[in-house]
């Protein structure tokens, strides 16, 4: 397996230049058979990612890191890829690596709720999505109001999810906190056909891979990308790792002394083991 992008990979290739959008493949030369890739990712930024960007796409460091071959898509407005130009740049994605090439789409916040919309489009082997919104649109979410500023900004919401998210057979992997209220309403309006499926990662709240990267099991959903482990790999090494993980004990932890749970005292000295100094303060009242 190549573990590290090669000399002679191609760097930040133009997929898609558009007003709305802008797409760059890097990986190895598509045209010469040797070398084409079999799985590419196609990676969706949060809404806060900047359109131009000196150190490339979202996550473009990382998968260059582990040899991974993959399009950034770089969006020019706060807008959950509601424009005219998104299904266009989808076709160019698909058109661009050709039909003997996998694709897995992923992405984070509005980046996972755009790799869900583009799966079918862009005929993806599977979507992965950590944290996704259904929409930011008070109509259809009015517990939602973490992004007003961005809604402010926007014109209409233009697509419909369950237009674009037909029972095909491919697979939806959702990253979600079930302890985060937001983040849990928002994935229960998904479109739920064959091949969708949760990940669980209770007590990482909105920083899903931020809490995967601190508890060192981030490869494993490098490998879910790949299509070399499953969801199930991913929901295991998490239960395995988790109490090495801050958020994880200082959510689902503080929850359990608040209501004087039994296992409560674990969570205190697994906080001590690993030294989480602001936890040990916060919780030792519960024993005074």
């Known amino acids: 397996m190549v573990t590290a992008e090669t000399a002679n990979w191609v760097k930040r290739a133009i997929v898609h230049d558009g007003a709305a959008l802008r797409l760059e493949y890097n990986g190895p030369v598509l045209a010469d058979p040797t070398q084409a890739p079999k799985q590419v990712v196609v990676a969706f930024a949060p809404f806060d990612y900047p359109f131009e960007s000196e150190q490339g796409g979202w996550g473009s460091q990382s998968f260059s890191k582990r040899g991974i071959p993959h399009i950034c898509v770089f969006h020019s407005a706060e807008d959950w890829y509601q424009n005219s130009e998104f299904f266009t740049a989808m076709r160019n994605c698909r058109a661009y690596l050709g039909e003997g090439v996998n694709i897995t789409t992923y992405g984070f916040s509005m980046g996972g709720y755009g790799a869900i919309l583009a799966a079918d489009c862009i005929d993806a082997q599977r979507a992965v999505a950590v ?90 959903l490098f490998d879910v990308l790949r299509g070399n482990a499953s969801t199930n790999d991913l929901r295991q090494a998490y239960r395995q790792n988790r109490r090495q993980g801050f958020r994880y004990l200082r959510k689902v932890g503080t929850r359990l002394h608040e209501r004087g749970h039994p296992m409560a005292r674990s969570f205190l000295e697994w906080a001590k083991a690993r030294r989480f100094r602001r936890l040990i303060k916060k919780w030792r009242p519960y024993y005074e």
């Open 131 to 220: 944290s996704p919104q259904f929409s930011i649109d008070p109509a259809a979410v009015p517990f939602e109001r973490r992004y007003n500023a961005e809604w402010s900004a926007m014109g209409p919401w233009l697509h419909d999810m369950a237009q674009h998210r037909k029972d095909k057979g491919r697979e939806v992997i959702v990253l979600l906190d079930p302890l985060h209220r937001l983040d849990r309403r928002q994935e229960a309006l998904f479109p739920k056909p064959l091949g969708y499926g949760r990940c669980l990662i209770h007590g990482a709240g909105h920083a899903g891979i931020q809490t995967l990267v601190e508890m060192g099991i981030i490869d494993v």
